[in-house]
């Protein structure tokens, strides 16, 4: 596979185990927040988004949690598969001076997690 | 597979040339959106196009253009290519114009030499 950064901060967990991947923005305006998934040679993929007037949002075996006060995203993922392995992205979407949203996504640089069998 | 076809898969040319990058979004998507993707800078927006007009850019070079058509495909456009340019480029489309639910395609690999 491809590894998408030299620097990326890695998470390495056993097979069964709960992970929880952190991510830090720095925009407080931004409206959404968003996990992406990047299996290597892959495009990311969606996994689960939060507006930002929310702090805890569940989807099939992932939770993310926003905490607004000290601009800090999680997400985290329960009974971790080897399918699970890849590059998380947080991005933020914020709106224009106008208040709409036009899908612009500032990506974060990338956690690797590596589940071991 | 998401549904969003990028093609070339590969492409390898030299330093001033200029090369077309092509995009095809999922059907019935009338967003497309470019982000580059290299080692040092991550993943970064480019441009936005929602049914065939330019919606939103983002750090995008001036050496660097793009364009949907009436078919909503689109093409990104990359000139006077520098060794910087070397990167991953992906496509992602969604429903509407203010989608962050976004279906990347498989991306294309530049390699500038």
């Known amino acids: 596979g491809e590894s998408v950064g030299l620097h990326l901060p890695t998470l390495s967990v056993q097979e069964g185990d709960n992970s929880i991947i952190n991510c830090a923005y720095s925009n407080s305006a931004s409206d959404y927040f968003i996990w992406y998934k990047q299996e290597s040679g892959k495009g990311p993929q969606f996994i689960i988004d939060i507006r930002s007037n929310m702090d805890k949002r569940q989807g099939q075996r992932v939770t993310v949690l926003l905490n607004k006060t000290v601009k800090h995203l999680s997400l985290q993922i329960a009974a971790t598969q080897p399918g699970d392995s890849a590059v998380y992205f947080c991005a933020e979407c914020r709106a224009n001076a106008g208040g709409t949203s036009y899908g612009k996504l500032t990506f974060g640089q990338g956690t690797i997690l590596t589940v071991h069998p | 597979d998401s549904g969003v076809t990028q093609t070339p898969k590969h492409l390898i040319t030299a330093t001033g040339q200029r090369v077309t990058l092509r995009c095809s979004p999922r059907?019935?998507?009338?967003?497309v959106y470019w982000y580059q993707q290299s080692l040092d800078q991550g993943l970064q927006f480019l441009i936005q196009y929602y049914n065939g007009e330019e919606r939103a850019k983002g750090n995008i070079l001036e050496r660097f253009s793009a364009q949907q058509f009436p078919d909503l495909h689109s093409e990104l456009n990359l000139s006077s290519l520098e060794l910087g340019d070397s990167a991953l480029y992906f496509c992602a489309s969604s429903v509407t114009g203010g989608g962050w639910e976004q279906y990347f395609g498989p991306g294309t690999r530049l390699t500038v030499t």
């Open positions: 059907s019935g998507d009338l967003s």
